[in-house]
């Protein structure tokens, strides 16, 4: 690499072609040899003819300096010139890079790669020995530490790359510490720490032994570029709580946790929103118990890291019930209260009966005490504060005397209802609170109470209460214990006191508690080992598990931290399943403090080399064209011909915006968007144009301003229609008479529309268009049981739609450009809906709707690069059977049901090879 100060060539040897530049002055000033005379008689009948054109003898002089000029981009360019702001090349000592590269640092990693490079790169200009050290164990021996060459490094930086556990800054000092006493590192140097912006405990020793050194600047990524990790999620009674943490606090970020099952699809989706100065934030998923066990897996969108996984192992599958039983009752089955709660809790838990220590020994999650096997025993205490749920049952020994292992102060004797001595009828259960687990359950009216355990005034306090009578007194009261629950119902689990076990509402409110419970693993054998299954990369995949792992005994899994030889993964010990995760129970994620030992600070975007040779081609490229019209011009071969004074004014026109700075987003004020857009609108009449609807989310409408973009391009390939950009529309101001199909994106909180939209919607399906309503909402949408879309509903309500139906095999979309007989977008599997009759419409036989919930528009976008700009659940097969789906659409929006046509079936059907 050769230096000129802050200019530097990466291929100076290309420098040598400007030696060449003053020959290419004298071949283009060369004059061209004088034409031979020969006697032609006929031309002198032109000698009277006036003659006003002129042939120069060679190039202008200033024609040929500006050849000469792009000949010098063209060299300078391919030289690969590079500015480096002269304050980077003021350092003259050796280089030492230490680069974190630990879980943490996979969120930034590309932006310190690039860092790191530009650091050895400064040190090659210079001359300067190099060295480079990384923080996290691979398993494997760590290399010498030396000062070397920049090619030594940048080999080096090469195989680097993120782990998916902690970084060891106290081993990093301690080999630093060595190669100092060695010799290895000798004298002053300019130490970089490549930071991941985690605290550590380790980070001040490595920081002093750093410092020691030398000067050291930290450099760490921005808060938006800071590292997310995801904690053990907490049950709750409706669903789960997931909890995430940040280290870069300074500005508000809202993330999305998506819950996976074991086939990759989504379960649920949420957002967690932090605050500025925030360093955790958590958000409830809603599900019921059945979807809850599906989930194998919890994921932050748009972030890739170890830590941005939680892998859940067995867990979180159906929980293990423990029935304490006393004695057999397969005698009479239906006098046993325990009956009523296998029958209840059959379909949605594993049921295990036996006496407290065979339960406690099968590690159970949810323990079930009815008044008949009622026991004081310590343990029960323990398995409470230890994350467990005791479910108990009142009866005729606990109405005689309480116990400890309750969450409210009994009454003694209770309450008889209906009796000859007693003046109350029997009650009804009330309407559950919105506080309550069984909030949304309807109250059965036939359940009546005859009797009932009462608690003490003052003790039912409303945060215990989950269930009242009508006259107000508690019928399900519960209280947090440690990590643990306590639950009393104050009936019995038989119909002896009440009909509630009778009920339907019995089993559902045992389910709706299930959802407290953790879910106990499998028993596992105390001198077994975990063996790894499948590990997890730094970028948060499941990968083969790695030859440095080894098993880890089950004494001590639950505090084994990851690392090389114990990787984050899904482990197995016999038919158990169990995860070990990035993070564990007492994993913080503090920022680096501002006190580390002779530490500075600066930020990943600090100062950085430029490049030229990109913009050195372009300036030759455009000055190349001017060239070739200049050349026209004055040969006469333009419409304008240009005299030697008019040309040189046009070339220097042409030049200015070359030599004018790069005008700033701020310096003109932008009109508004919506002017402009009319302007196009105006313009839509007399091009092919698809439109949009715009939701007021920017997100959304990117992705379908990107999505019909990508569509009409495929569209350009494969057929003779050439679309123009995509338009959005207002539906309260804009014509839609000039887009034959409209792509509407339908948000859950979609209102009803205005009469000014909806007349015009109403006047575009009347016209003959076609509108493509997207709820984008197939991988959740089993959340809604059956229920319909929200927003689908207002928007359809505005709108004039006649019955629909799915769309039928013969249908003319199956076969109006290609062949289908699915119609995926992001996702597959929904029903994907038409008019039922378009028959009866004035629409020629041809539907004004197509509603579905694929999300399309992510599908048959593309990214800058001209790849996929989103994962498609099916891959490349679903993306490429979505965009013929589209070009489906499109052909069906221009040309109506004219493949319906019988004169279409016999190429059909040799087609489809019959």
Do not use: C
Not at 183 to 190: E, R
Not at 459 to 466: E, H, I, M
């Amino acid at each position: 690499m050769f230096a000129l100060g802050p200019l530097s060539f990466g291929a100076p040897l290309a420098l040598a072609g400007l030696v060449a530049l003053p020959l290419l002055w004298l071949l283009l000033r060369a004059t061209p040899p004088a034409p031979k005379r020969a006697i032609f008689p006929p031309l002198r009948l032109l000698l009277g003819a006036p003659d006003d054109a002129e042939t120069p003898q060679h190039a202008p002089w200033w024609l040929i300096l500006f050849r000469l000029l792009i000949a010098a981009l063209v060299i300078i360019a391919l030289a690969r010139p590079v500015w480096t702001p002269p304050n980077v090349e003021e350092e003259t000592r050796p280089a030492l890079i230490v680069m974190d590269t630990g879980w943490a640092s996979a969120a930034a990693w590309p932006d310190m790669r690039q860092e790191a490079e530009r650091l050895i790169d400064a040190a090659d200009r210079g001359g300067r020995a190099v060295a480079l050290v990384t923080t996290a164990p691979t398993g494997q021996a760590a290399p010498a530490l030396r000062l070397g060459n920049a090619d030594d490094a940048r080999r080096q930086l090469e195989s680097a790359e993120p782990q998916a556990w902690p970084a060891n800054r106290g081993a990093t000092a301690d080999r630093i510490a060595d190669a100092r006493s060695s010799g290895a590192l000798d004298g002053q140097m300019a130490v970089t720490w490549l930071s991941d912006g985690v605290d550590s405990r380790d980070a001040g020793e490595l920081s002093r032994a750093l410092s020691s050194l030398g000067d050291l600047t930290v450099i760490e990524p921005d808060s938006g570029r800071a590292p997310l990790g995801l904690a053990a999620p907490q049950p709750a009674a409706d669903g789960l709580t997931v909890s995430v943490m940040r280290a870069g606090r300074d500005f508000p970020r809202t993330v999305a946790v998506t819950a996976l099952g074991n086939d990759g699809r989504a379960i649920a989706r949420s957002d967690v929103s932090f605050a500025a100065g925030e360093g955790a934030a958590s958000t409830d998923i809603s599900l019921p118990l059945d979807l809850r066990n599906r989930i194998v897996s919890l994921r932050l969108d748009g972030t890739a890291s170890a830590a941005s996984v939680r892998l859940l192992g067995d867990q979180w599958q159906r929980p293990r019930v423990g029935l304490i039983t006393l004695e057999s009752d397969e005698g009479q089955p239906l006098l046993s209260d325990l009956h009523y709660v296998r029958s209840a809790l059959g379909p949605h838990a594993q049921l295990i009966d036996g006496d407290l220590d065979a339960l406690l020994a099968e590690n159970v999650s949810v323990l079930v005490m009815t008044d008949s096997a009622r026991s004081d025993d310590e343990r029960i205490a323990d398995f409470i504060n230890e994350g467990g749920v005791l479910i108990r049952f009142a009866g005729p020994r606990l109405a005689a005397q309480g116990d400890a292992l309750l969450p409210v102060i009994l009454r003694e004797g209770g309450r008889l209802f209906g009796g000859s001595l007693n003046w109350d009828e029997p009650q009804r259960i009330a309407a559950f609170p919105d506080t309550s687990p069984f909030a949304g359950l309807p109250a059965d009216s036939t359940a009546t109470i005859d009797r009932q355990v009462l608690a003490q005034p003052g003790s039912a306090t409303p945060d215990r209460v989950w269930a009242r009578l009508e006259d107000g007194t508690p019928l399900v009261t519960a209280e947090r214990r440690a990590r643990g629950w306590i639950v009393l119902f104050h009936v019995t689990a038989s119909p002896d006191w009440s009909d509630l076990p009778l009920s339907g509402l019995f089993p559902r409110m045992l389910q709706r508690l299930m959802g407290l419970s953790q879910g106990g693993n499998a028993t596992v054998p105390g001198n077994g080992a975990w063996v790894l299954d499948r590990a997890l990369d730094a970028e948060g995949q499941l990968v083969a598990a790695p030859i440095s792992a080894r098993p880890v005994p089950a004494a001590s899994f639950d505090t084994t931290a990851a690392s090389p030889v114990a990787p984050a993964g899904l482990y197995r010990l016999g038919s158990a399943a169990s995860a070990l995760n990035v993070i564990g129970p007492d994993t913080r994620m503090d920022p680096l403090p501002r006190d580390l030992p002779g530490a500075s600070f600066a930020g990943l975007d600090g100062p950085r080399a430029r490049h030229f040779d990109a913009a050195l081609l372009a300036a030759a490229l455009i000055m190349l064209t001017l060239d070739v019209l200049i050349a026209l011009a004055l040969a006469g071969r333009l419409p304008v011909r240009l005299g030697g004074a008019a040309a040189a004014m046009v070339l220097a026109l042409g030049l200015t915006p070359l030599a004018s700075p790069p005008a700033q987003a701020q310096d003109v004020a932008p009109a508004p968007e919506r002017a402009a857009l009319s302007d196009e609108m105006m313009q839509a009449a007399l091009t092919l144009r698809f439109g949009y609807v715009t939701t007021g989310d920017a997100t959304i409408d990117n992705r379908s301003r990107a999505g019909l973009t990508g569509l009409s391009q495929e569209i350009f390939r494969r057929s003779a229609m050439e679309p123009e950009p995509p338009l959005a529309v207002n539906l309260n101001t804009d014509e839609l008479i000039f887009f034959p199909m409209l792509y509407w994106p339908v948000t859950r909180d979609a209102g009803p529309l205005s009469d000014q939209a909806s007349s015009r919607v109403a006047a575009y399906l009347a016209a003959g268009g076609l509108i493509i309503f997207d709820t984008q909402d197939a991988d959740i949408a089993m959340l809604r049981a059956g229920t319909p879309h929200p927003g689908l509903v207002n928007v359809l309500d505005s709108i004039d739609v006649p019955a629909l139906s799915q769309i039928p095999g013969d249908h003319v979309l199956t076969r109006a450009f290609y062949l289908l007989q699915e119609f995926p977008g992001r996702y597959s599997g929904a029903p994907v809906w038409v008019e039922a009759n378009p028959d009866g419409a004035s629409r020629d036989g041809t539907s004004g709707v197509i509603i579905g919930s694929h999300d399309w528009a992510t599908a048959w976008a593309r990214g800058e690069s001209g790849g996929a700009a989103a994962p498609i659940e099916g891959g490349d097969r679903q993306r490429e059977l979505a965009i013929r789906f589209g070009v489906n659409i499109a052909m069906y929006a221009l040309t109506g049901n004219y493949k319906a046509d019988q004169v279409h079936v016999p190429d059909i059907l040799e087609r489809l090879g019959q």
